[in-house]
Structure formats: structure tokens, C-alpha cells
């Protein structure tokens, strides 16, 4: 089968690989639909390389059951589903303790199980979600983002009517302004140097957009918030540089919740971290989307949301191509050489993929 591997730094190639067997009895193999590029995906092909070299990379899916185990019952061939990429080991203090997000053996398909940048994956049955009929298969590729989204909503103290500023407006933050609102938020700040994404921003719900580049942040939320800041702030970007901005604009008592991962060093004026202490902010890290019962009220909200409607992705989907086109698709975004939100791929050969942009985007990739 076709897929694409990651060798080392900047080393992805489209070949073939053997095709996954079924060899345990809760074991399922996928036939990939639809895979999305994570932003951890660009940075383990720019900086820090393959867990296993030559390990299929990706893990951002949906698909159709292709083939089961003999221990499984709840899903057949022909099923539509969503899947949950994270393995934990179940046993260590903190899966014990009914927290798998902090086991001490996390890991995720692409690193060292084969992931879905591949016309078929294998997965255990506990993995899958049913995706309803009328869900389509772009949709649910992006129920893994949304759900790494949600689980960080679940780690805050929001409360409905009170206030979100979502800082990066990338595929994450986009789910985030959505999410923000499922969750009450009252008014929902997007922040960016991007007009194009805080224009989806708005475009998803985002109520005011803070363009960072006119004054910082933490001003112009001054401004907007009558001195007082927002409940809720979400960094979302992984900068290095809004990663110590985000401390400066939750009200006193507020609430910080980090979902992007900073590449970098991270260098804390003193201005950002006093009003960790001076404002007695609870700060909360989130790490990927699993809870317990495995894989969590994460995915299936995901999904519902989805369903209904409240949380939109095809203005997020800024590019559908053939898998083969991956290799030239990474360095395209390094080099930024296409202006994307999130790029799908699509495995099957001859399944829909345009080469040019989605939604609202404007750039053209030839």
C-alpha cells in the first residue's frame, strides 16, 4: 500500500509498505478516508525527526472498517468511524488514577505504531468512534483536533456568560473559538497576525478580532474589557512569544489554558509573569485529548458538536491533495510556501482532492 514515511529531519517519502494484518483478536484495520496535518507533524518533519525511522507517519483520521479481529463485535466491515490515535499503557500510577492523558507511556500512531498517512491503518477496537451517516469523512478527520481542543476546555473553570480570548487562530485555535462557545462563553476575543484566519475566526463566532501586530495584546483586551481582562485566556499558537503574552490578559483570579507547544525556548519578561502572581491565575497545561473512561467524553462530544453543526470545519480544511503530494507539501509549508489552515490528504487513489484552497483562502498551490 502507498504511504508516506518519515526517514529523519526533512526526510518524508511517499513508497510503498506492507499492508497492516489482523494479530490480535480486538485488532481493526482501516481503510483511511481522509488524514490531516497536525502542527506536531510539521515539527517532527522540520526539527525533531522520526521516533522510528521510516515509521508511517500521521494520525489525524477517519475511515471505513475494512477488516475485524475475532473478539470484535461492535464494529463490522463497512463502518464509518472516527478513531482515537493515542495509545496509554493502562497501568502505570497515573492511568490507574484514571488520568491517561499523564501516563508515563503516551504515545500516538506515527511514532511507534504505523500511523495514517496510509491507504490503510490498524488500530484496537477501543480506539473507533461511529461517525453518523451524515457526517462526512473531512468532518471527522478533525474530530482528533477538536477533541485535543475540548479536553483542554474540560481542565478550565469556565463558566457560561463569562469571557474567552483564544490567542492563534490556526486550525487549534479556530476548533477553540467554536469550542469557547459550546462551552457559554458570552464573548470570545481571536487573536492573530493573520487577517485571513481571524476573518474565519469571525466567520466561526469569534466576536472581536484582536490583530497583535496593532498593539499588544494584553492592550487592546485592556481596552475592550474596561481594565478588567477575560476569564478564560487559550494559547493556542506555540509561539514562544505569545506563550509568555497570554499571562497578561485574564482578569484577576482568571484562568490560563495552554494547548500549543512552543518549539523554543520560552524567555518571560517580567511584565507577563507578575500577573501569574500579582493576579493569582490558575494556569493549567493540556496535553493531548484522552480521559477516563478511555478514550473520553472528548471524542463523543466532538462528534455531537459536529453533528449538530456547532463546530463548522470546512472553513478550517484550506487544501485537499493526493497523499503522493506529501513530501512536496511539507516543504511547501516550512518554507511557507502555502498558506494553509489544515491540509487533508486523501489516501485512496481517485478519492475528491483539489489542488486548490477551500473556504475563504486565497493562495493557489501548483
Known sequence: MKTLNLYGVKDIRFEDSPKPVIQKPDDVILKVKAVGICGSDISRYSKLGPYVKGMTFGHEFSGVVAEVGS???????GDRVAACPTYVCGACESCKSGLPSQCEDLTVIGARHPGAYA???????????????????DTAALVEPSSVVAHGFYRSDLQPGEEVAVVGVGSIGLLAVQWAKIFGASKVYAIDIDHHKL??????GADVLIHSSEAPPHEQIT???NGR????????AGSPITSAQVFALPKKGGNVVFLGIPYADITIERLYFE????NELSVYGSWNAVSAPFPGKEWQASIHYMSTGQIQTKPIISHRLELHKGPETFEKIINR????IKVLFYPEIGAH????????????FS
Do not use: W
Not at 481582562?229 to 493556542?236: H, S
Not at 482532492?353 to 493557489?364: R, V
Open 229 to 236: 481582562g477575560v476569564d478564560l485566556a487559550v494559547e493556542c
Open 223 to 225: 481596552q475592550y474589557t
Open 71 to 77: 473478539g470484535v463485535t461492535d464494529f463490522q466491515p
Open 199 to 204: 476573518k474565519i475566526a469571525k466567520e466561526l
Open 275 to 278: 500577573k501569574i502572581v500579582r
Open 337 to 340: 510556501e502555502l498558506n494553509s
Open 119 to 137: 491507504e490503510y491503518v490498524k488500530l484496537p477496537s477501543s480506539h473507533l468512534l461511529p461517525i453518523p451517516d451524515h457526517l462526512d469523512f
Open 353 to 364: 482532492a483539489s489542488t486548490k484552497p477551500t473556504g475563504i483562502m486565497a493562495t493557489s
